[in-house]
């Protein structure tokens, strides 16, 4: 069962950092997953792809990591064919914005012969709204 599929998303309301992890694996290969929902305002801080078997496509097993808004807002061409932690790398650039609603977040798994990784989406909300 996907984790957040068709569920609200939720703010637990004390102002700490929150996760959404989503598993990929080869059967993911060509699709476009959903990791999770984040409530409006919410801010990305940080996150990554968790390699635990290398994808073998050339160099990218993760096209991008983004929103319904904007596709790569959080991470593009990310490298996943060595085991590690691999950093979103567009944290830092003008697509990485808070959303006034909701926002589903989403990733691009490029097509391969075997990998598994699991994405972590660290955020934290505006809550209490200061």
């Given at each position: 069962?996907?984790?957040?599929?068709?569920?609200?998303a939720?703010?637990?309301?004390?102002?700490?950092?929150?996760?959404?992890?989503?598993?990929?694996?080869?059967?993911?290969?060509?699709?476009?997953?959903?990791?999770?929902?984040?409530?409006?305002?919410?801010?990305?801080?940080?996150?990554?792809?968790?390699?635990?078997?290398?994808?073998?496509?050339?160099?990218?097993?993760?096209?991008?990591?983004?929103?319904?808004?904007?596709?790569?807002?959080?991470?593009?061409a990310?490298?996943?064919?060595?085991?590690?932690?691999?950093?979103?790398?567009?944290?830092?650039?003008?697509?990485?914005?808070?959303?006034?609603?909701?926002?589903?977040?989403?990733?691009?798994?490029?097509?391969?012969?075997?990998?598994?990784?699991?994405?972590?989406?660290?955020?934290?909300?505006?809550y209490?709204?200061?």
């Amino acid at each position: 069962m996907a984790p957040n599929t068709g569920v609200s998303a939720t703010e637990i309301g004390y102002g700490v950092v929150q996760v959404l992890r989503k598993k990929i694996t080869l059967a993911d290969a060509g699709l476009t997953v959903t990791v999770g929902k984040m409530p409006p305002y919410s801010h990305v801080i940080g996150g990554g792809v968790h390699v635990t078997t290398g994808f073998t496509t050339g160099t990218v097993g993760v096209g991008y990591i983004g929103s319904t808004t904007v596709a790569a807002a959080y991470g593009s061409a990310l490298a996943t064919t060595a085991v590690g932690f691999i950093a979103l790398d567009e944290l830092a650039t003008a697509t990485n914005i808070m959303q006034t609603v909701e926002t589903t977040v989403t990733a691009a798994v490029a097509g391969t012969t075997q990998g598994e990784a699991y994405i972590l989406i660290m955020y934290i909300t505006s809550y209490p709204q200061a």
